[in-house]
Each structure stands twice: as structure tokens, then as C-alpha cells.
């Protein structure tokens, strides 16, 4: 079975794309149903997906946006966009970021499965080997160790993945890492990832004079403040504008 994610703002939409197709029939696996951007980004980290049906206008992080900061962590990741907008512009950014398909709404059936053909055809071009659970010699402990000191290390990537960590630091099969953090820790690898930046992010905040868009380079959200803004109250209850003047 081939994972996918769906993401849509518009709640018609989710519940159409999730329950309307057929999508056992065509070897798919719906791992997560998303209602922005943000959520997605967080999905696809933790459910390790092959294929992500996303519509273009979300909020948190717009579907072109999430595709962007995903591409260079997970360059095998298959992506379809869904839109009502026909603008050739969107298009023309989708091509340039990889978009397999630019689908729009009413969607077609006929068009969908096309495009997921294409994806699974994709996936299965660029499957790496699974390697085995016993094959780091490593026990739990270890493992999440290495998870968190690498993640702490390296937290200026904005490209950093658990999949990244798992195929290339401990060469382990990342759907079993992701369960094995999850399940060791008590949170899932998203959550300990960006928690991890905002904490770092508080520090800078309140020990240098860096502008926002500095702290959120250093802190590995990339160029887009309007991002780190938003996962940064999402998980302090304020801006990061806001801390700033209370520190």
C-alpha cells in the first residue's frame, strides 16, 4: 500500500476526498486528512507519506509554501495540487517545484487516478531498501538518543526530517524509527522537532538583539517569518514580537 496525506481548508472538501474514492482499490493508504498547511507539514514528518494531495490557499502554510520547505528533506515525496484556482502562474510555480499533476476543482475522477498512477509509478522508480528493525544493533534508548542529539545539533536545517535521520544516520527503516520515537517519547517527531526550535528560538529572543527573521534562520524555519510566527505561538500562546517585549 502506497501512504497519502490529504490536505484542504475547506471541510467539504476533506470529507469528499477522504470517504468519496475508492482508495483501498487503488493500493492507497490515507495516513492523515489535514485542514492546513501546517498540519500537513507535521503529518507528513511524522506518517512518512509516499504520495500528498494538497490544495494551493491554506492557511498556516500555503500548499506551494509546505511543497517548497519539504522538497529538498524529502526529494522522493510525490506531490499532487488540488486548486479551484486556474491562474497560470500557480501552475507554473507548481512545475517548477515538481508538481507531479496541477488537478482542479470539481475534481475529475478519471484525472485523479491518472495523476496516482503517475505518483505510485514514481514512488516505486525511487524506492530505497527497508532495511530491517536489527540491523543498527541499537536499542531504543539509543536510538531516540540520537534522534534528539541530532536534531538539537543540526536545528538551523530547515530541511531536517525524521526519514532524512533515519535512512541516513541510523540507516533504519523510518516508518519503525517514527513509531519507535513516538511511542518512546510520548510525542511524535514533529511536535519534539519544533518544540526544540521554539525553545532555541526563546533563547536567542531573549539573550541577542537578532531581528525575527534572523532567529528564524538560526532556529531552522527558513525565510518565512509569517511561519515562524505561527508555530511559535502555537506552542507559547504568543508572537514572537509579543515575547520579545515581555522578556
Not at 482508495?23 to 507535521?42: F, T
Not at 509516499?50 to 506551494?64: A, C, E
Not at 528493525?133 to 543540526?154: C, F, L, M
Request: charged share 25%.
Amino acid at each position: 500500500m502506497f501512504r497519502m496525506v490529504l490536505a484542504d481548508d475547506e471541510m467539504r472538501i476533506r470529507e469528499e476526498l477522504s470517504t468519496f474514492y475508492d482508495w483501498k482499490a487503488h493500493d492507497i493508504e490515507i495516513a492523515a486528512v489535514c485542514r492546513n498547511g501546517l498540519e500537513a507539514y507535521e503529518a507528513i514528518l511524522d506518517e512518512a507519506p509516499d504520495i500528498v494531495l494538497t490544495d494551493i490557499r491554506m492557511p498556516g502554510l500555503s500548499g506551494l509554501e509546505m511543497i517548497e520547505r519539504l522538497r529538498s528533506a524529502k526529494s522522493d515525496l510525490c506531490f499532487l495540487i488540488l486548486s479551484g484556482y486556474r491562474d497560470f502562474e500557480y501552475a507554473q510555480q507548481a512545475i517548477s517545484l515538481g508538481v507531479k499533476q496541477y488537478l482542479t476543482k470539481p475534481l475529475d475522477e478519471e484525472s485523479l487516478w491518472k495523476a496516482v498512477d503517475q505518483c505510485k509509478a514514481q514512488c516505486r522508480r525511487y524506492a530505497l531498501p527497508r532495511l530491517p528493525r536489527e540491523s543498527s544493533g541499537q536499542n531504543t534508548a539509543e536510538i531516540v538518543h540520537t534522534i534528539r542529539e541530532y536534531v538539537r545539533e543540526h536545528i538551523s536545517d530547515s530541511s531536517l526530517s525524521l526519514q532524512y535521520i533515519a535512512r541516513n544516520v541510523l540507516y533504519m527503516n523510518e516508518d519503525y524509527v517514527s513509531h519507535l520515537f513516538a511511542t518512546s517519547s510520548g510525542q511524535k517527531f514533529s511536535c519534539f522537532l519544533n518544540s526544540t526550535r521554539v525553545e532555541a528560538a526563546k533563547h536567542l529572543l531573549e539573550t541577542t538583539g537578532l531581528s525575527i527573521a534572523e532567529i528564524a534562520e538560526q532556529t531552522g524555519f527558513g525565510t518565512n517569518p509569517k511561519y515562524f510566527s505561527q508555530v511559535f505561538r502555537k506552542y507559547t500562546g504568543t508572537t514572537p514580537s509579543s515575547y520579545t517585549r515581555n522578556v
